[in-house]
């Protein structure tokens, strides 16, 4: 075990597949020489060369749309959105091509789309988006949003490994904030499986990526209540029966995410449990996001915007009241 | 470190020319086209084709002189107009019609209608509806052929109306920057649905070829040895490691865009005058004149696409109760090898 940052994470499970197994290659822009953006691949293009690590063209199309053409050729491409919110202008390979292909075709496109999402460090509205639900609506692609370094390197392993298309999303405010113990090697963690990040039995706390670490927070004294927090870690495939286990055992949930809220990960979830667990229920399901806005980019109007600690924590005691 | 291929090289020095026997297969190809063609609109007509039909008639010679060329280990992604292509691949017409009925029988067993479809066990991506966006899985395929050291072709054909789309761009410019092993067939059948070329480009896009870096070149699309000439030299010019060419293949669409369509918006003497040039009519008169038995082809054609017609309505339905299968992968099959019925290949086999 070595601590590393959630950044450092991804780097290290990036490179271990890409010594593993020499069909994975990283392709996206500014990813070579210069590292990446956020420097994930830093020092990559000195050990794998320029054709494992491609700096591309800037076209977002070009580098999803060569993905898939790379990947149903027997490569495993893991290719970059510089930020998340640029996947926009390479949605149309992404949802079209890509996402139908096996249902189609019966012709797997094991690619990786790693997509530094996320705001809180005065990104603007076009550098911290989490377009994680705009996926969810395109059956074919699976979703993972890590939210600690250990889980950041056994989820992009697992995406690599996985002969679909899947959208990775990182969250950048965990780049270098999130650290912890992660272990040495190769391993994966399996897609579609729930993380229990505190047990508890008063009242759950459903989250992922970012807004894990705030659940945590906000929840780690509420006047003595035993408070369940519960990571998604995917939400393609989405872990029903993880999810349905803890409303069962503490009858009130609050859905906590920070994108925006409408047909969100959090009415999804919402609707799953008073489809599935109405009965169990001592409270409505409660949720905590993003309103729905751009994010704008001044320090005050962002912070007004995304979910904060205080937030979570006022959800928490009222439901916990009720 | 260079990816490693798993296959042998292969040694292109020179293209030989056409044998007679290929000649023959590229007539006998380009009526099995048409004749395919005609019988799905047929059975179009008589409803059994759901959604709606699109066919090439009249393009014969674009796909089935330019797919000639091709090596088994090449990969395609080909166009609604380019049936051709698929048939010298090796998918059988009964297959074809299965597909535009929907039926269990077809490539997709029913995933997906009309010419949208690659038997991915022959080496073909299907086409989606958004064009041009197999460009760029064309360009992923001939990267990955690139990467591994490999004097494989990937080819892709598209419209003179995806010349205007970004995504034309993005594939022409990496093709170029990447100096990848892709063989791009623009099919100018001089609209895109209704708009004539006038309303879709200032610059012929032949001409563009040379602004993304990689030669273009122009070829009378209704003649079929002409297409595999360009496309030979196109093809070995990317097996040497020297990028992609743009061939610009000049046709006509003699059809509506799409069953519906009466397309009365093309003039009638435009529609007259590429009448005249009906790339099988022309091809059958130039080897008749060479003694090849061309009715004997013609009756060889009709005789097998009747056998097929009737297996393709043998075929049944899909189960309803399958709809939901396969949206995910849960292994990694690869795509096969097509067939490659040029002598070159052959002999070389």
């Known amino acids: 075990m070595a601590e590393m940052t959630y950044l450092q994470a991804i780097s290290d499970g990036l490179r271990e597949e890409m010594r593993a197994d020499e069909s994975v290659f990283c392709l996206g822009e500014d990813i070579g020489a210069f590292g990446g953006a956020f420097k994930v691949t830093d020092g990559f293009i000195e050990e794998f060369g320029p054709d494992r690590v491609w700096d591309t063209p800037l076209a977002e199309n070009a580098i999803v749309g060569t993905a898939v053409g790379a990947a149903v050729e027997g490569l495993r491409p893991v290719a970059e959105m510089q930020f998340a919110d640029f996947v926009s202008c390479g949605f149309d390979q992404l949802v079209n091509v890509a996402a139908k292909m096996h249902y189609r075709q019966g012709l797997a496109v094991p690619m990786v789309l790693r997509l530094p999402s996320g705001g809180g460090f005065g990104g603007g509205p076009f550098h911290s988006q989490n377009p994680e639900a705009w996926f969810m609506q395109a059956p074919g692609l699976k979703v993972v949003a890590p939210a600690t370094a250990e889980d950041a390197k056994g989820l992009i392993a697992a995406a690599i490994q996985d002969p679909n298309p899947v959208c990775f999303m990182e969250h950048k405010h965990l780049y270098r904030r999130a650290k912890g113990e992660v272990p040495e090697g190769r391993y994966a963690t399996e897609l579609g499986k729930v993380r229990v990040a505190r047990a508890g039995t008063d009242l759950t706390v459903i989250a992922y990526g970012a807004m894990v670490s705030v659940a945590l927070e906000a929840t780690d004294d509420i006047d003595g209540a035993s408070v369940e927090v519960i990571d998604l870690r995917s939400l393609v495939p989405l872990d029903r029966e993880g999810i349905l286990a803890s409303v069962r055992k503490t009858s009130k949930v609050v859905v906590l995410h920070e994108a925006t809220r409408s047909c969100g990960v959090g009415a999804e979830v919402s609707a799953l449990i008073a489809e599935e667990a109405f009965e169990d229920l001592d409270g409505p399901v409660v949720r905590v996001t993003a309103p729905d806005v751009p994010i704008a980019f001044s320090p005050p109007l962002e912070r007004a915007i995304l979910p904060q600690t205080d937030d979570v924590k006022e959800a928490c005691r009222e439901l916990l009241a009720y | 470190m260079a990816v490693t291929s798993a296959l042998p090289l292969t040694d292109h020095q020179s293209v030989p020319g056409l044998s007679r026997e290929d000649r023959t297969a590229l007539l006998r190809f380009m009526m099995m086209m048409r004749a395919t063609e005609e019988r799905a609109l047929a059975l179009y007509r008589q409803g059994k084709v759901p959604g709606s039909f699109y066919d090439g008639h009249g393009q014969e010679a674009v796909s089935v002189g330019s797919a000639f060329p091709l090596g088994p280990r090449d990969r395609v992604c080909i166009l609604h107009r380019d049936l051709g292509a698929h048939l010298i691949r090796g998918v059988k017409p009964g297959r074809i019609l299965a597909q535009m009925m929907g039926r269990a029988g077809g490539i997709t067993g029913g995933r997906d209608g009309n010419m949208h479809f690659g038997d991915k066990d022959l080496g073909c991506v299907g086409m989606v509806s958004m064009l041009p966006d197999m460009m760029l899985v064309a360009c992923g395929m001939a990267r990955a052929f690139q990467m591994r050291g490999e004097d ?108 519906h369509d009466d397309m009365k918006y093309v003039p009638a003497d435009l529609v007259e005058h590429w009448k005249q040039r009906d790339p099988i009519e022309t091809y059958s008169k130039r080897l008749a004149s060479e003694g090849v038995d061309v009715e004997a082809i013609a009756q060889s054609v009709r005789e097998e696409l009747d056998a097929e017609t009737d297996w393709a309505l043998e075929q049944p339905m899909p189960d309803p109760a399958t709809a939901l299968d396969g949206v995910f992968a849960t292994d990694d099959p690869h795509l096969g090898d097509g067939k490659a019925p040029w002598s070159y290949w052959a002999k070389a086999a």
């Not at chain 2, 070329?197 to 122009?218: H, I, S, W």
């Not at chain 2, 009378?220 to 030979?232: C, R």
């Not at chain 2, 000049?250 to 059809?255: E, F, I, P, Q, S």
């Open chain 2, 152 to 259: 494989r072709v990937a080819m892709t054909w598209f419209g003179d109306g995806s010349t205007a789309n970004g995504q034309w761009h993005e594939a022409m410019n990496l093709a170029g920057v990447a100096k990848l092993p892709i063989v791009l067939v623009l099919e100018n059948n001089q609209y895109a649905y209704s708009t004539p070329n006038t309303g879709e480009f200032a610059v012929d896009p032949v001409e563009r070829a040379a602004t993304y870096g990689f030669a273009g070149v122009k070829v009378d699309g209704n003649d079929v040895e002409a297409m595999f000439e360009a496309s030979a030299e196109a093809c070995e010019r990317a097996r040497r490691g020297d990028g992609p060419t743009l061939i610009e293949a000049v046709t006509m669409r003699m059809h509506g865009h799409g069953a």
